[in-house]
């Protein structure tokens, strides 16, 4: 998760998460989370009083970040990372609270944008 402390943008983890996740699929959240900073799309003012405001998040900003993480992993020849994302993403369906919040994509459809990316770059997936 991204967020601001401190004046300064940091990407916070659960440790247990990532245990659960694995290394293979935890290296795609970093590179996504990575790509909400390096793509501007979380905007400091919006923190203020709540580290852990949501509202700057999109669905288009999610499959911007996936997008991002996917080139960011083929440039990396982690092409594991990416095929691990994908086939998590494809079995993800949104809880009431995302559809009624409507930040992330359904995970077919971030399934899709990242096998769509890969391949624009030639990785086979």
Request: hydrophobic share 45%; aromatic share 10%.
């Amino acid at each position: 998760m991204v967020t601001v402390m401190n004046g300064q943008i940091v990407i916070l983890y659960n440790p247990q998460v990532v245990a659960m996740a694995g290394p293979i699929l935890t290296a795609f959240f970093e590179a996504h989370e990575y790509g909400h900073v390096c793509l501007n799309h979380v905007q400091m003012q919006m923190f203020f009083g709540n580290p852990f405001n949501r509202q700057w998040m999109s669905q288009n900003h999610e499959l911007q970040a996936d997008s991002f993480a996917t080139q960011l992993l083929a440039r990396r020849s982690n092409q594991q990372s990416i095929v691990a994302a994908a086939q998590w993403f494809s079995m993800q369906y949104p809880s009431p609270h995302q559809m009624l919040m409507g930040t992330h994509p359904p995970g077919p459809v971030r399934a899709q944008n990242i096998v769509a990316t890969a391949k624009s770059m030639g990785v086979p997936i």
